[in-house]
């Protein structure tokens, strides 16, 4: 590829900004490539700026194959950064289906007996009330029998 094209694919996520001076007393200049992000703007290695300096003669050399280099690490550097925010946001998804879960299962009420066996419970204590009031008030005998098993305990 060429130098713009080159450029055109890196400018295809990020915003470039050039830069380019020039020290006349050593031939060498600086090129600064500083890109800012179209998407991923929160992932600050994507933000690093490319800065090269070297004599013209060796810009013309490698300057290409560098800015395609730069590009290449840049676009792995994207695929990281989504590949982890979508890792990030799965278990943020976990995490919340867990806390539902957790939730829902102590909303719950606990249940101590089943309707039928708090029915026949209360039919049991029916009964003994029933025959305890029968031997009190029931016959003759029933009474005798009630008061001859009374005790004075202070007399």
């Known amino acids: 590829m060429t130098m713009f094209e080159e450029l055109y694919a890196l400018a295809t996520s990020a915003t470039l900004t050039l830069t380019i001076s020039a020290d006349d007393k050593t031939g060498r ?3 600064n490539v500083i890109p800012k992000p ?3 703007a ?5 933000s690093t700026p490319l800065s090269l300096t070297a004599t013209p003669a060796e810009f013309d050399e490698q300057f290409v194959s560098t800015l395609k280099d730069y590009r290449e690490a840049r676009q792995s550097l994207m695929e990281q950064a989504e590949a ?7 278990a943020k998804a976990a995490s919340s289906k867990k806390a539902v879960e957790a939730v829902t299962k102590a909303a719950k009420p606990a249940v101590s007996a089943t309707p039928k066996t708090a029915a026949v419970a209360s039919n049991a204590d029916d009964d003994r009330h029933e025959e305890a009031g029968k031997a ?3 016959t003759p005998q ?3 029998a009630t008061d001859s098993e009374t005790y004075d305990l202070f007399g």
């Not at 929160?42 to 994507?46: I, K, N, R, S, V």
């Not at 982890?84 to 799965?90: C, H, K, Q, Y």
């Open 29 to 31: 200049m600086t090129i």
């Open 38 to 40: 179209k998407k991923d």
């Open 42 to 46: 929160d992932e600050p290695a994507l």
């Open 84 to 90: 982890t925010r979508e890792v990030l946001e799965a």
């Open 136 to 138: 009190v008030t029931g």
């Open 142 to 144: 029933a009474a005798a």
